[in-house]
Nanobody, 111 residues
Framework: QGHIAESGGGFVQPGGSLSLSCAAS????????TTWYRQAPGKQRELVAT???????YYADYVKGRAFISRDDARTTVYLQMNNLSPEDTAVYYC?????WGQGTQVTVSS
């Protein structure tokens, strides 16, 4: 049975950058698009960015120009590069593919 796992979260100062990874195990990101979501404390989970099966990308307005989603050629890992982070980006970041959800990776932006 497959699963996905996020990594790369951590503590960063405002204006900093992080690169998050979403790794698939037992399958590849080949059939459907893959989406990054985030959930801040006390808030609903919200979409951050999507990469479709064909490689098209979509971003939430609040990350446009600061976030970049990509996928490796083997389609086993999806990345989310986040730049110019602010405290409002503090959240648990989740990866979603088909019916799979990862456990999330915490991103904390603070001075």
């Amino acid at each position: 049975q497959g699963h996905i796992a996020e990594s790369g979260g951590g503590f960063v100062q405002p204006g900093g950058s992080l690169s998050l990874s979403c790794a698939a195990s037992g399958f590849t990101f080949s059939t459907y698009g893959t989406t990054w979501y985030r959930q801040a404390p006390g808030k609903q989970r919200e979409l951050v960015a999507t990469i479709t099966r064909s490689g098209q990308t979509y971003y939430a307005d609040y990350v446009k120009g600061r976030a970049f989603i990509s996928r490796d050629d083997a389609r086993t890992t999806v990345y989310l590069q986040m730049n110019n982070l602010s405290p409002e980006d503090t959240a648990v970041y989740y990866c979603h593919y088909e019916t799979y959800w990862g456990q999330g990776t915490q991103v904390t932006v603070s001075s």
